[in-house]
């Protein structure tokens, strides 16, 4: 049988929030574990619409976070599939911050959380293969290989030398 086929832009998510008092440090910047939930919530749901199934996180990429999200700013995540491997989903979330009175607007995270679909009972079921169709999308998908193979090597779960797909990275050719 042959797995169905979706697009990226099938299971692409958007959520806005608001910045509040209750979400800020002392310093009245966005706290980094509110940021993380509303990360994985958004795609989480890109996730079970690629799927078409409940998931799962199964992992968490390195968040970086470069610019501050201060209070009153409006939060922006976008996340779609990059990949998907038997029962496993890369998404990719794309945070953005906006100053409204100041018209001002920074790309301020992104990362890439891997979901697996799961049935009632909790057991891995078999997912639509991601067709890329974009050249952005393309080079996504074509570095979702490499960045499954680094979890994986991360995780204990595979041998660097057995990562065809980062050889070069680990063996230096």
């Known amino acids: 049988m042959t ?11 958007s959520m806005t929030e608001m910045v509040l008092p209750n ?11 509110r ?19 409940t998931v799962v996180t199964a992992s968490v990429d390195n968040i970086s976070f470069r610019t501050p999200i201060q209070l009153g700013n409006v939060v922006t995540l ?5 990949r998907a491997f038997n029962s496993s989903v890369e998404i990719r979330i794309d945070v953005e911050a906006e ?19 799961v049935d009632h009972e909790g057991r891995p079921v078999e997912i639509p ?4 169709e974009t050249e952005e999308e393309k080079q996504l998908y074509d570095g979702a290989l490499r960045r499954r193979q680094l979890r994986l090597i991360l995780s204990g779960r595979m041998k660097p030398s057995e990562a065809n797909e980062l050889k070069s990275i680990f063996e230096g050719t």
């Not at 979400?23 to 574990?33: A, E, I, R, S, V």
């Not at 976008?78 to 990059?82: D, E, N, S």
């Not at 100053?99 to 679909?117: L, Q």
């Open 3 to 13: 797995r169905k086929k979706k697009s990226p832009r099938e299971s692409f998510v």
């Open 23 to 33: 979400d800020t440090n002392t310093l009245n910047n966005l706290m980094g574990g």
């Open 35 to 53: 940021l993380m939930h509303w990360m994985d919530v958004v795609s989480a749901i890109a996730g079970q619409k690629h799927c078409n199934s």
């Open 78 to 82: 976008k996340a779609r599939a990059t």
């Open 99 to 117: 100053d409204i009175p100041k018209a001002k607007k920074v790309a301020s995270h992104s990362a890439y959380f891997t979901f697996v679909a």
């Open 129 to 132: 293969e991601v067709v890329p």
